[in-house]
C-alpha cells in the first residue's frame, strides 16, 4: 500500500449524460491508473487520495451513481467511506 498526498482531480471532459464515478485510492498510481481506464471507456472520473478528500468532493461536485475505492486507507477504510456516502446520499 502506497501513501500518497496528490491533488484531487477534477472530473475529465465526457459528453452530456455520461455516467460519472469516483475512485478513491492512497496510492497514486492504482487511482490514475484506474481512472484513465474509466475515462478510455467514456466515463467522467472524479478522484480522491483518502476518504476525507472523497467526502470532501462530493460536497463540491454532489453524488455519483458509482464509487471504486480501496478498502485499507489511512485514516478512514473505504467501508467507512461507503457508509458516510450512504448516509449523506440515500
Known amino acids: ?8 482531480l477534477p472530473a475529465t471532459s465526457a459528453s452530456p449524460g455520461t455516467a460519472r464515478c469516483l475512485v ?3 496510492d497514486t498510481m ?9 475515462a478510455s471507456q467514456g466515463m467522467a ?3 480522491a487520495a483518502s476518504a476525507d ?5 462530493l460536497t463540491t461536485e454532489g453524488p455519483v451513481p458509482l464509487v471504486l475505492t480501496d478498502i485499507y486507507m489511512p485514516g478512514r477504510s473505504g467501508i467507512d467511506l461507503l457508509r458516510d456516502i450512504r448516509r449523506r446520499y440515500p
Open 53 to 57: 478528500e472523497a467526502l470532501t468532493l
Open 1 to 8: 500500500m502506497g501513501s500518497s498526498s496528490g491533488p484531487v
Open 45 to 47: 472520473v472524479l478522484e
Open 24 to 26: 478513491v485510492d492512497d
Open 30 to 38: 492504482v487511482r490514475r491508473t484506474l481512472g484513465r481506464v474509466l
